[in-house]
């Protein structure tokens, strides 16, 4: 046997927290949005990064499923450090950070960039799995996603299709026979879009979250709502980055879904 082929396959050594940082920096371009909290390294861990877990939000259940399995690193959509939130360390938030430091785990968290990516990002998936591909944009940052569907179906057949892909009841407001040929939407929390997308000229407008204001707006417009939950529309982003980041960088990187009913 030849001395090539009698030798073991070397162990991934994985790459630099530095490195890492840098290539999720270039791919989802942080220094392009207004954001409310910071995009980026959140917390300090080690210095390498073998293992990543990726998660919609950096909450407890998380953070302790990352030391369960021993990960490097924690990637997630919602961080910490939110604008106009308390900036001291105690309660809840103390115990978070608590967990990170202890572990030598990092934390990294990217918002409105794992929103808005023409690939792996939130608006792109919620749009994939209702068939539909964003034509143009609209609201603040250009974040609103608008499409056409190859075939017109009513609001309520829009809402189960919905419900079905994402494994969850869809909060339908307005006329459930409304014709939809022309659907705007943006994931999460984005109901403050819907005079917006209204304007844009969408037969239905489709997010997260849902505020009081919003039956009136869809009674008096005509513009069918549906709210399909805040953690169930943002956990595309964070999925398809951990398959990104096994296939660019040969992490041992996987998404764990802490479920959320909101």
């Not at 001395?3 to 220094?31: C, K, R, T, W, Y």
């Not at 073998?50 to 953070?63: D, P, S």
């Amino acid at each position: 046997m030849s001395n090539a082929m009698s030798q073991a396959p070397q162990a991934f050594e994985g790459i630099s927290l530095s490195a890492l940082v840098a290539q999720l920096d270039a791919l989802l371009e942080p220094a392009r949005f207004r954001d409310y909290a910071p995009n980026g390294l959140q917390v300090e861990g080690r210095a390498t990064v073998r293992k990543v877990v990726t998660g919609v939000t950096a909450c407890q259940a998380l953070l302790d499923r990352a030391v369960a399995e021993g990960a490097d690193a924690v990637l997630v959509h919602h961080g910490y450090f939110w604008r106009n939130e308390p900036s001291t360390l105690t309660g809840l938030k103390r115990r978070r950070i608590a967990t990170l430091i202890r572990h030598d785990i990092s934390l990294l968290a990217y918002h409105l960039p794992l929103d808005a990516h023409p690939e792996l990002g939130n608006n792109v998936g919620l749009g994939r799995v209702m068939g539909l591909t964003a034509s143009d944009h609209f609201g603040e940052q250009a974040l609103g996603f608008a499409g056409s569907l190859e075939a017109p179906i009513d609001a309520a057949g829009l809402a189960d299709r919905l419900g079905g892909a994402l494994g969850r009841d869809v909060l339908l407001l307005g006329d459930p026979g409304r014709c939809v040929r022309r659907v705007g939407w943006c994931t999460g929390g984005a109901q403050s879009y819907f005079a917006d997308a209204i304007a844009a000229g969408v037969d239905v407008f489709v997010t997260g979250e849902v505020s009081e204001p919003c039956e009136h707006l869809a009674r008096e417009s005509g513009v069918a709502f549906l709210a399909a939950g805040h953690h169930a529309t943002e956990r595309f982003g964070v999925a398809t980055l951990a398959d990104w980041l096994r296939r660019q960088l040969g992490l041992d990187c996987y998404f764990v879904d802490i479920p959320n009913p909101v």
